[in-house]
């Protein structure tokens, strides 16, 4: 008997089939958006009849949550998640919320573990992208063309077009495109054009795609390449200089004339008025002792 465990050990080992794991018949499942859709977990027959399973969900950001835990769907999945057979995991109706990584973790009573990982994307088609398009560019200035999808799964994939002409993600790569100095992003949606000339204005517009529905694009939107305007600049700048003349000279015509009141005449109008002494004089007269002296008398 002893040499018959040794074998099947040993026939485990060279085969790579291990005790105590677990399995799912699709690690990848596609399903659009307010779809129902099946997550399978199989485990080996080491754990029993009976062992204990969960679900655990973690989400493109990376936070984790269960989704069953101890054998039922916790509360914030109790309306549309069930299992069945015992290990699977099903959803009545999926969301853009739920695209993530499903695990599936099965122990047993002698703490004996196991755990396989489903990888669900729920399919959203494009919406009509976002685009910011600057309107007007200095001759050798820097441009920043974007492009954003938030509602597309899987994440789209981003083009632009000029003139209703298809911009290649690689200008390099194709001949006629070879004097382009742009740089297309993709994945991100960015068109960037590190030093503008004039050969680039034109008519661009941007559009989405993926595997989920149709493309979409946003509104056409005209950039224009402009020379500096120096004459524009100095004329400007000859106007200012001719309006401070201007103050200035109305000023200095304004005081000779004296339609500006002088200084001292300044002064004069905010003299406080002091009113005369009730005895007479500034101060009160008296001896040499400082004893004050009675000029008159008011007899009635």
Known sequence: MGRLVWLLLFLCTATGVSSFSASTAS????????????????YSADFGSSPRVEWKFKDKKGSQTYVVFDGKPTSSYSTRVSMYSGSNLRFSKVTRQDNGEYTCEVS????????????????????????????????????????????????????????????????????GFKNATYKLDSTTGMLVFPSA????TGMYYCEVINEAGPAQRCRAEKMEVRDINAGGIAAGVI??????????????????KGYLPKKSQSKQQGAVYQPPSLYGGGEAEGDGDGDFKQKSSFVV
């Open 27 to 42: 690690p990848n499942v596609k399903v659009k958006e307010n779809e129902g859709v099946d997550l399978t977990c199989s």
């Open 197 to 200: 000339n004039k050969m680039d």
């Open 239 to 256: 106007i200012a200089l001719l309006l401070v003349a201007l103050v200035i000279g109305a000023i200095w015509y304004a005081k000779k």
């Open 108 to 175: 047993s009573s002698s703490s004996q573990f196991a755990q396989v990982t489903v990888v669900l994307t729920v399919l959203v088609a494009p919406s009509i992208p976002k685009c910011g398009i600057p309107q007007t560019v200095t001759t050798n200035g820097a441009a920043t063309l974007t492009c954003y999808d938030p509602d597309s799964s899987p994440p789209p994939t981003y083009k632009w077009y000029k003139d209703d002409t298809l911009l290649p993600a690689d200008p390099n790569k194709i001949s």
